[in-house]
Structure formats: C-alpha cells, structure tokens
C-alpha cells in the first residue's frame, strides 16, 4: 500500500483488495486406497459486493474447496495446502480455537436441503439464536431470541415471533431454506458461502430464494460465493463464474463471458445440457458423455479428455500427455482457460452453437 | 399423550388376558400333572390314587379348562375361595392370583416381597451399564479409526461374545471365591430398609457382572449410532455456525443418537426387569427370576403364570415409557 488513508489505522476493515483470497489450494484426503486429490491448485478471489459463481459436477471439488475455507473439514483425515486468506487473516492452518471465532461470524455457509441441514429436534429460533449467541456472549438470551425473530422477518417469513417457535418440520420447503440464510446471515457476515441454496426446492419458490440472497447481499454488502450446478442461476446471479472439473479450475471469466464466448469444451458441455424455456424445438439437448473421472485415478494430461468430443482438433497426444496451463483466452483479460485447442472460439461458433441454439447462432453470425 | 397412554394400557390388559390364556392352557394340557406335586409334598411322598383324585377335584382339574379358568380369573378381580386337600380352607383375596402349590402361600403376596430384589438388580445394573457405555461410546466415535477406538470395539467385542451366564459365573468364581474379597463375601438380597448398607454390599457384585457386561453392548450401540449422527448435515450446520466441539457432539449429536439406544435400552430393560434369572441364580438373589426357575422345576402352576404375566406386564409397560421418552427427545414424533 502506497497511499496512507486515514482509515488505515484501525484494523481488518484497512484489507485491501477481496475480502477472500484463495491461491493454489489443494485438499487430499487419504484412504485405504490412496491419496484423492479433491481439490487441485485452486485460485480465486471474491470482492466484498461481488458474487461468484462456481459451478461443475458432483465431485468436481465445488464443496470440498467451500468447505476447506469455512474450515470444515476434519483436520485429522485431510490435507490441506494453499493460502487462504479471509479478511486478511490466513486460515489454512490457522488454531481450531481461533477458527471458530470466525465461523458463523465473518463467514458463513448455507446449505442445500434445509430439512437435513437444520436439526429436527431444536427450535428454529433456538438453532438460530445459538449461532447469535455463540459470538455475542454479552448479549442475554432474550436479546438472541430477539435477533432471530428480526432475521426470520428480515427473510420474509410470516408472523415469525410465533413461527420462531416452530420445529423445522413445521416449516416449508421454502421456509426452511429461508431460516437457513437467515441463520447464516445472523452476525452479519461478509463473506457467505451458498452451496446449492436452491437445489432441493421447486421452481417459483427458487426464484424467491435467489431474490431474496440478492437482496440481503446488497443490503449487507457482503462477498457471495453461489456453489451450484444450474447456469440459470449463474446467469442470475454472479458476476463471475469459475468452472471445476475433476479438481481444477478449467475455465474463469465474467459470466457475461463464460455464457456467451466459452472456450472449453467443459463449458460447452455445460450449456449444450440446460434445457431452455421457449427455446425453438430444433434445438437440441446434448448430455456430455461419459462420468466423471475417478479422482484416485485421475486421467493423464488434461482431465476432460476422456470425455471431449473436441480433442482430436489438437494437434499430437498433447490432451492425453499433458495438463494444459490455465491461459488467458483469446477475447479478453481476465478471461482464463484450461484447454489445448488452438481455436476454441471458432469451433464454439460453428459447431456447437448452432446445435445447441440454432437461433442463437443465426443471430450472432 | 395422556389419551395414548390410556389407548396403549388398554391394549396392554389385553394381551396380558391372551398371555394368562395360553400359560394357563399350556399347563393345562401339559405332559405333568400338578396335582401329582401338591400331593406329593401333602402326603410326604406317600400319594396314593385316591388321594391324588381329592386333590384333582379341589384343584378343578376334573373340570373344563375354561371353566377353570374362569375361576381363575374371577379370582384375580374379586377374589376366591382355595381348598388344597380335604381340610385346609384358604381365602384369597383380590388380586388372586392363587396359592402357590408348593409353599401354600398367596402368590401375589410372595411376589411383592420379591419384586425390590429384582428391581433393585434391574436398576443399579441397568444404571451402571448406561452410564459407563454410553460417554464411552461417544468418546470412541469422536476418536473413531484411531488406534485406541479399535482396541476398545475389539476388546468389547471379545467381552460380549463370552455367554453372560459364564461371564457372571466367572465374576463370582473369582472375586468371591477364589480371592475372597470382603466387600463380596456375602452376595444376596438384603433390603434396603433394614440395612442400606448390606443391601449395597449384597447386590454391588451382581451390578458389576451386569454393568460391565451390558456396557460392552451399549458402547456398541452409543458408538456406532453416534457415528452415524455426527455424519449428518445438522452437525456440519452447527460446526458451521463457530459451535465448540462439545456442544456440538453433545448438544446437538448425543440428543439424536440416543433414540436409537433408548429403544433398545427399553426392550432390555423389560427383560431385566421381568427376572434376571442368571443373575439372581449365580449371586443367590430371591428374585422373581429365581422364584419362576423354581416354580417351572416344581410344576408350581400359580408362580408360573403369576410370573409369566409380570414379565409380560413390565414389558408392555416399558414399551410404552420408551414411546413417551421418544416423543420428548424427537418433536416430530406425534403421538396418537
């Protein structure tokens, strides 16, 4: 920092630079059979007021790299390297005493599938006050139950100094999912990690829910990280999207970017497999084919290459024989991609666009 | 709750009617001839056919079973008249549930003398077993695959394959035979009222035998249903909220992963209670158990069924206790 400002005195609001701060990641886990790498080298950062978007697969390293940053992981039967910085403090490594204060605190998470993830035999209120009162142990327990009544209202729930007394089996789907963020939202994080938030709801009341994180992160001002495998929601709500395979970031870039000039052909892969309402009936639905690949055997050079109908336009054996870099991509900075093909934006154009969105295609040519 | 209770007292009595029914009929059309016993103990051996026909006739053998059951049930609400032999007269009052043909003793008046004994096997075992087994359970799950967690599952395992008659027997072998340890010398059932002390004494050895035995099963259970808790997405919620590590293992873990145990523990503690027949034998207790071994040896007709219908009572009772506790631990479970 060159230019002293005057806040620049008082501490942890002088960070500079994102509030989340993640470089060259990695999370093993040893088993019986072997080390599995879950997560391979990854590095991305998340601006307070900004949202970030990280899609992929089950088992592309989506969670378990959110989870490595909530410090969840049990630290006895995983491994993690890398730096993580969260509001300037690093937590790879950090005291598990000193993790917990940051928590449920400065960051918090949200988890898919409301009704497994709160406990069926507590209180709504009560599960939200123990989070309230676990960081303010000043405050009585009224002034906790007070707080939780203010959230639940605050995320829309009808009547919620009756409903705070209600068992999470009483609520709604959508309820429930809405207490979720309210319980995440508690001490006013500025980081919130939203793993598949709307996975396990239908589809009117998704939309409410996405409404709803897109209102309170305006309000708070806090850094969003969206974990999902719905672009429709990327699009709806992240400024930047990060795409995992196998582990890695294969493809990075604004989502304005990412959906209309991808350039790998996970991506690809990706939107050629959203069904669209109102799309014309020409258009076609193409599943990538194949599974995901065993992370204790991962493939030799790129990941993806068992599974991408593109590799033969690479020159050699480069996809089979080597880990291609993460490389700025042709349009513009900031755009990165993890992909051997020379020309992936020619290809996007001519031959997958028009098969996944032949209107599209017409327009853009 | 209070209407589920009464609905499953009522469908309690019932099954409690069908079990009177079949021990009484099992006796009845039974190979044995109870008649033979009450003869044989009148006469001092010396029963003679005709004798033994006076006795069928006062004991309504001669009778229809249903008849005779009858009577046997009209006993047990209002009371009866019991004849043995030609001369003694006994008046039985409600409950009835008849003379014992061996001691000539009202069996429901035995029975009462004999429940603390049992009881007090039951509950301090049961106690001990609870409260070792499950903290070790829980310990051994928040350290499971380590090497002390496997040591402990083998070593339990050994232990709980040991047939418990053997393992009691063992117990008292040892600790009050061979090494003659003072606080064991005298095993038995002293009431409690008497001489607390004693009573401690007597009944400590029978509590260890169970207590460490049942605990090896009970840290199975605990362990393995604690496993299965702390894998469940609410404990990850409440790591996530910044919880410390107890209150998550045993605010949020321990509630759940003891529904599971509870009913186990329900059902076993209905069998402890209905008579712990190896128990009370080895540590020479005079409790129900005992009391049922020697009346199924002696074809002691009323101790039998008395018996039979008290462990069948305090298992209809404990399943309902473990229904209530459930829908205290677990708000989604209603009951109607």
Partial sequence: MTITSPSSAAPASDVDGPFLQVEDLTVTFPTQDGPVQAVKGLSYSVELGKTLGIVGESGSGKSVSSMAVMGL???KSSEITG????????????????????????????FQDALAALHPFYRVGDQLAEGYAM?????SKRDARRRAIEMLDRVGIPQPDRRVDDFPH????GMRQRAMIAMGLIN????????????????????????????????????VIIITHDLGVIAEMADDVLVMYAGRCVEFGTTKEILTKPEMPYSWGLLSSIPEVGASTDARLIPIPGNPPSLLKPPSGCSFHPRCAHRGKV????????????????????????????????????????EIAPDLAEETR | MFAYVVKRLLSGVVVLFLISMSVFLLFWYGPSEPAQTICDNDTSNRCTPARLEVFRENLGFNNAWYEEYGTFMKGVVAGREIQFGSTTKFQCDAPCLGYSYRTKAPVFEEMKTRMPATFSVAIGGAFLYLALGIPIGVAAARRRGTLADKALVSSFLVISSIPYYLFALLTWLFLTISWEIPLFAETGYFPITENPAKWFSGMLLAWLALGAFGCTQYTRYARGSMVEVLNEDYIRTAKSKGLTSNSVVYRHGLRAALVPVITIFGIEFGTLLAGTIFTERIFDIDGIGLWALQAVSQRDLPVVSATALFGAAVLIISNIVVD????????????S
């Fill in chain 1, 73 to 75: 992981h049990d630290a």
């Fill in chain 1, 83 to 110: 730096s993580i910085r969260v509001g300037g403090t690093e937590v790879v490594g950090l005291a598990e005493s000193r993790m917990r204060k940051l928590r449920g605190n400065s960051m918090a998470m949200i």
């Fill in chain 1, 135 to 139: 960081h303010h142990p000043k405050a």
């Fill in chain 1, 170 to 173: 009483q609520f709604s789907g």
């Fill in chain 1, 188 to 223: 006013d994080p500025s980081l919130l990690i939203a793993d598949e938030p709307t996975t396990a709801l239908d589809v009117t009341v998704q939309a409410q829910i996405l409404d709803l994180l897109q209102d309170l992160q305006r309000e708070f001002n806090s850094a």
């Fill in chain 1, 315 to 354: 020159p050699g054996d480069l996809c089979v024989t080597e880990l291609p870099e993460l490389t700025s991509a042709s349009n513009r900075a900031g755009h990165l991609k993890r992909c051997h093909l020379p020309n992936p934006q020619e290809i996007y154009q001519t031959e997958v666009l028009p």
């Fill in chain 2, 324 to 335: 209530v506790v459930y829908s205290i631990l677990d708000p989604r479970v209603r009951l």
